[in-house]
């Protein structure tokens, strides 16, 4: 996870010191909060040999069910924190995958399937719970749908606006959030919903109380809702 116009340096320095305690109990309380995460690995839709990127891929909890509900996946994980990724290596080895996990550090923005040494781009890229804290959140965005193939797809899974749960509980949950450098990306999520008419294949799905969404879209119809998410936050 990861707020706008931060150095490199900057960013991937404060997720460290965010991470380089909470990893070793990232997984077991993040469940209790992090939800939809399950149902985006679920409609994926990978087929063998597809090459899956996740952005922001943490402790690799996501890389690790993806690898054994999707065999023959080759997967990609992404992360700005060094910290995070030491768990994730060592999340990966005793997983035992078949297939290898290939990990690197960087920022979202600069993501091109160069950065792995490929020489094509991906099949999915995957967004769990990232883009709330990633500072420049529309360049990821832009840099993840550069890196998809026209006719694959890109996967959101993010916190909502809480619109329809009690008001009170929406803005307290929305304050403890803020502790973490995390920011509900609002404008996206109305630019996805008012855009559910569009010919582009874009699948929303809202959990309860709007506290979560679940989107699945070509790159063509993220980037036309990123423009509208630009003009809705003027």
């Known amino acids: 996870m990861a707020g706008e116009n931060q150095g490199d340096g900057d960013h991937a320095g404060r997720m460290d010191r965010i991470y380089r305690r909470q990893r070793y ?21 990978a087929v063998p040999g597809e090459r899956i990127v996740e952005i922001g891929c943490g402790t690799a909890r996501n890389l690790i069910r993806i690898a054994r509900t ?9 992360d700005a924190s060094a910290e995070m990724l030491r768990t994730a290596e060592a ?7 078949p297939e290898p996990i290939v990990l690197k550090q960087g920022l979202a923005e600069n993501l091109t399937p160069a950065v792995f040494d490929l020489p094509r781009p991906f099949d999915h890229a995957i967004f ?14 832009i840099a993840a749908c550069h890196s998809v193939r026209p006719d694959g797809f890109v996967h959101v899974v993010d916190f909502g606006d809480f619109k329809k749960i009690w008001a009170p ?3 307290s949950f929305r304050s403890y959030l803020g502790l973490w450098h995390v920011t509900p990306r609002t404008e996206l999520l109305r630019a996805l919903e008012s855009q559910g008419g569009s010919a ?31 003009a809705i936050s003027r």
């Open 25 to 45: 109990i990232y997984d077991l309380t993040r469940k209790y909060f992090l939800f939809g995460r399950d149902r985006l690995v679920r409609q994926l839709g």
């Open 70 to 78: 999707h065999p023959g996946i080759r997967l990609y994980g992404l």
């Open 91 to 97: 999340a990966i080895a005793r997983a035992k995958l």
């Open 128 to 141: 769990s719970y990232s883009l709330s804290m990633i500072p420049d959140w529309r360049a990821a965005l």
């Open 169 to 171: 509980a929406g803005r």
């Open 200 to 230: 582009e294949p874009c699948a929303l799905h809202l959990l309860p109380g709007h506290y979560a969404f679940v989107v699945k879209a070509v790159p063509g119809a993220i980037l036309s809702r990123l423009q509208m998410s630009t």
